[in-house]
C-alpha cells in the first residue's frame, strides 16, 4: 500500500509517494502559492501524478509549518500562511479528492522528527527529542515510541521555552524564548554584534558580507566557523550554549535518552555539538549522578518530513480502519 507525504514548505511544496518500509518510490516539487486555495490545489495536482503511476494512494500526510489543532485535521495558526487560521485543511483536500483519499495533517518539527525516529538518527531510541536548529528552533518529542502531542495538539514548541526574564522580543509576541538565543537567526545576531563590538576581529566576516554588517548571513559565518575564525567560532559557541541550556531544561521534563539535532546551522558538526554537548552537562540537574543523553546531529536528510507525515499518516488511518 502507499501514502502520499506532502511538505509544505516556505518556498516549495514537496510531495512524495511512500511504500510500507517508508521508502520514497515516486517525488514532486512545485513552489508553494500565497492562497490557501491555490495551495489545495497544488495538493490535488501531486495526488493526480501520483495516482496515475500507482493507482492506490488511501492515505495523505500533510506536514504543515503552524500549529495543528488535536484533531489533526485543522490549522489553527501559522506564521507562513495569513489566512491559515482556525483553517480546515483535511476537510478541503478530502472535498476536493472527492473521498478518493483521507487525510492527517501534522506540524512540520514533529513529522521531521518523527523521520528521524523511524529512519535517522533517533532510530532505536526510547524517548527521543528533536530540536531543529533552523531560521527559528522547531521541536519534536517522541515519548515510548509515540509522537507526543499533549492535549491541546499544541507541545513541542520547544523554541518558545522561555529561557530569559524579560529578554529579547521573540516573533510570537513573547519575550526571552529559547529561539531567541539558538537558531539561525540568534547566529547571525551574535556574530552582527560580535562584528560590532571587536571590529579588530572581524576581518573575515566582514570579508564574507561585502563589509555589510546587516548583509552578513548564518552561513557566512559557518564558512568562517570551518575556517577556524574566532569570532565566527565565539557565535557558534553562543549558540551552543543555549542548545545545551535548552536541553538541560527539557531533561528536566523528559529525562530523554536521545536528542536529534537538525536544521541547516548542525552542519558545523561538533562546531556546535561541543558547546552544546559542554552545556548540557554544566546546567543538567544531578548531572554528576545521572546517564546522560546522546546528543546527534540528524542523519535522515530534507525529505524526513515528508517521509515522517505519509508514516503517521498510514499508521493513524489504518489504526482507525482497523
Ligand atoms: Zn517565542
Redesign the pocket.
Known sequence: MYTLGIDIGGTKIAGAVCDENDTIVSQWRVPTPTEPEEINDCIVEIYEEATKLHPEIPYIGISAAGNVKADRRTMSFSANIAKWIDYPLADRIEELLQGRAKVVVENDANCAGWGEYILGAGKGSKNMVMLTVGTGLGGAIVINGELYRGSFGMAAEL??L?MVSDGDF??????G????YTSGSALENFARAGMRRMPQKATRLLELCGGDVNALEGKMVSQAAAEGDELALYAFGKIGEWLGRTMAAIAAVLDPDVFVIGGGVVSVGNILLDPARYNYQRFLQASAYREHAQILPATAGGDAGMIGAADLARKELSKEQA
Do not use: N, V, W
Open positions: 523554541g518558545h522561555p521573540c516573533g510570537c509576541g513573547l519575550r524564548c529559547a529561539e531567541r
